[in-house]
């Protein structure tokens, strides 16, 4: 398996095709891509062997990237578009387990507390929850509804006790015949910090993609399916020093002063070159963009309005 810290699919297809020179697909690797108007572009990846999953180092199953162009400066035009495009998208997955307007739970991950990790619980407070209106309201409830719940766990740090622990008990209780899990995720790309959606069919394991890994939330260990929606937050600071690299190479190439050793040292990993001079001194940070707290905000109602949508 190839090393990288992203929980993107698709960007692991991409470094794995760019570091292996592969022009053709990764064995064991579906893929596809569309446009969706001009600012929203969806991409597939479908994993169909044990050999693609050993190569990208996820398991068999669906992952839809939904790119969002300018989501810093997203209108409501652009919002909605995008909403839209994740409903249509997630559909399809929900009916593939859930096609009969059955019980569903939305889990939202991670620390209401702190920014970059509180799109889980955010989203969660703007869910359409229907699932009382069955026993308290019956005659008003119309017979399209879908029974829907919702809950934003916390964190372990906050509680004390896993998450795996806290939906075991819930899906024992609610009985619900499908997970919908919020969480947010870790990129090795800049551009894609709060502009991208990720939506999968495999579950998710918490805090993987920050080395804070905790139990996996799947069928696995919680007997019914599991579609994950991510968001990436956060990037470690050897792919912003690599990052600023390539532009600092591009201003030098476009004034001029290309060489051969600056083409040379574009087409090197960067971000390996910079991960080893960091560690050592524990300078490898998780950062996040100053504007976090707006593109939380954008991407919040992206996904709830795509959830209620779908549901």
Known sequence: MFDFRTDLANERRDMYK?????????PGIEA?????????????????TDEGAEILGKP???????????FNVAGEAEIQTAAETMAEELKRLINNFSPNKEDVLVVGLGNANVTPDALGSKVVSKIDVTRHWFTYMPEFTDE?????????PGVLGTTGIE????????????????????????????ERISST??????????GAGVGNTRKELSQNTLG???????????????????DGLDFFIDK????????????????????????????????????????????????????????????
């Not at 806290?166 to 919020?182: R, S």
Request: hydrophobic share 45%; charged share 25%; net charge negative.
């Open 224 to 242: 019914i399916p599991v579609i994950a929606i991510g968001v990436p937050t956060v990037v470690e600071a050897a792919v912003v020093a690599a």
């Open 18 to 26: 760019k570091a292996n020179n592969l022009e053709d697909e990764i």
């Open 252 to 311: 030098m190439q476009q004034e001029g002063k290309s060489n051969d050793y600056l083409n040379q040292l574009k087409e090197e990993d960067k971000y390996q070159i910079m991960k080893e001079v960091l560690l050592p001194g524990d300078y490898n940070f998780i950062v996040t963009p100053k504007e976090i707290d707006e593109l939380i905000i954008n991407m919040t109602s992206v996904i709830a309005r795509g959830i209620n949508m779908s549901l």
């Open 144 to 152: 399209h509804t879908r029974p829907v719940s919702a809950i934003a």
């Open 163 to 190: 998450t795996l622990e806290i939906l075991k008990g819930v899906v024992d209780n609610v009985k619900p015949k499908l997970l919908i899990v919020i969480d947010a995720l870790a990129s090795k790309s800049i």
């Open 60 to 70: 068999v199953g669906n992952y839809v990237t939904i790119d969002i162009k300018l």
């Open 32 to 48: 596809e891509e569309r446009n969706n108007g001009r600012y929203v572009k969806v991409t597939k990846v479908k994993i169909t």
């Open 197 to 206: 959606i990720q939506i999968s069919d495999t579950g998710i394991i918490p």
